[in-house]
């Protein structure tokens, strides 16, 4: 079982920055593939980023290239998503989601087998 908890969402305006973190209790955590979804009220939960789990591989939506980064931290548990230049169409609530040994897929919300609760994210304009 993996248990995924996600932090460092909250407010900024428009431009700005925000880094979130998701913590993970798996004894292999570098088995795991790693991704972040988002919902909007209203809206169907969308990717947005994943990376594999041997960290050699990443995958953007295109709404975020070049503004978002993952990344991972394996001696800790952790993958890390830095969003910059934040447009108001970012507000959401961003999901972790993991699974293991994830190959294709992975911007499929039905690969993953594990979520976190999610954190909200807010743009103001």
């Known amino acids: 079982q993996v248990q995924l908890v996600e932090s460092g969402g909250g407010l900024v305006q428009a431009g700005g920055s925000l880094r979130l973190s998701c913590a993970a209790s798996?004894?292999?955590?570098?088995?795991?593939?790693m991704g972040w979804f988002r919902q909007a009220p209203g809206k169907e939960r969308e990717f947005v980023v994943a990376?594999?789990?041997?960290?050699?591989?990443?995958y953007y939506a295109d709404s975020v290239k070049g503004r978002f980064t993952i990344s991972r931290d394996d001696a800790k548990n952790t993958v890390t998503l830095q969003m910059n230049s934040l447009k108001p169409e970012d507000t959401a609530v961003y999901y972790c989601?993991?699974?293991?040994?994830?190959?294709?897929?992975?911007?499929?919300?039905?690969?993953?087998?594990?979520w976190g609760r999610g954190t909200q994210v807010t743009v103001s304009s």
């Open positions: 989601a993991a699974v293991y040994y994830g190959t294709t897929g992975w911007e499929l919300p039905r690969k993953y087998d594990y």
């Open positions: 798996a004894r292999t955590f570098s088995s795991l593939t």
């Open positions: 990376i594999s789990w041997s960290g050699g591989n990443t």
